[in-house]
């Protein structure tokens, strides 16, 4: 496996990663993108993607999506998704691994957050076990498989921050 940079050619491979109805219920986006729709979501201005590539084909991707409030540089949200057939072979800790080095190291990055949905319990233990931590529940804030579910908003502050007091 290789981790790099998101590039034009990627976008057919990360189509195929969305076509299937088990990835899209575990994120914010509906079934059947369009591939349009897709390429949309990756390539706007302050996003910082990261694919996993196996065997020549795009299986996983990490997107950070950077604050531009000027107050909020320092933070920035993430979201993740790998194509089932690599579901626990690591894609998604190595993703996760990188995405964190490059915004400590980097991006000058001191927090990052995200939303899981709150049934998602292997995507809520591999955030823990990267450095995340629970911050608070939204309550029935998503719609999936026709019902109101809970979202959990977690966190990860860059450890060697240290705050003014």
Sequence with gaps: MN??????ADFKDLHTIYSFQSVCENTSQKPFLSSESVSALFSGAGQYTLVA?????????VTIFLNTKVRDKHSASLAIAVHPDYHGKGIAKALMSEAINQADNWLNLIRLDLEVHADNLSAISLYKKVGFETEGTKRLSTFKNGQYIDMLIMSRIDPSFEMNS
């Design 3 to 8: 981790i790099r940079h998101l590039e034009e």
């Design 53 to 61: 590539e196996s065997e020549g084909k795009v299986v996983g991707h």
